[in-house]
Nanobody, 127 residues
């Protein structure tokens, strides 16, 4: 049974920083892709970043490039999302997701291709 548990969300002022964590339990190959997605009220869930260790890629949505960093600590079975220079547009529920392969069919942002999801952690950025 695979479980993903996010933590680290909270309220922060514009320009601030937060680091989200996703603790992974159960068997997930460390080479498989892991992603972070977010969903704001009234909007669709969208891809933020992904890390595909098996093929040596980290990928980001254009809206977060240069501000967010995704990383993975295999010894701790944890995936991180470091967020800096936060903006009010970053306000959303953030979800961690795990794929069952080293690549994501249809592209890293294809949420249908991820098999496991966490419950989410709320990030609120006030201006």
């Amino acid at each position: 049974q695979v479980q993903l548990v996010e933590s680290g969300g909270g309220s922060v002022q514009s320009g601030g920083s937060l680091t989200l964590s996703c603790a992974v339990s159960g068997h997930i190959d460390s080479r498989n892709c892991m992603g972070w997605f977010r969903q704001a009220p009234g909007k669709e869930r969208e891809g933020v970043a992904a890390i595909c260790s098996g093929i040596g890629l980290t990928l980001y949505d254009d809206s977060v490039k240069g501000r967010f960093t995704i990383s993975r600590d295999n010894a701790k079975n944890t995936v991180y999302l470091q967020m800096s220079s936060l903006k009010s547009d970053d306000t959303a529920m953030y979800y961690c997701a795990a794929a069952v392969s080293v690549y994501v069919p249809g592209g890293w942002y294809n949420k249908r291709a991820y098999s496991y999801w966490g419950q989410g952690t709320q990030v609120t950025v006030s201006s």
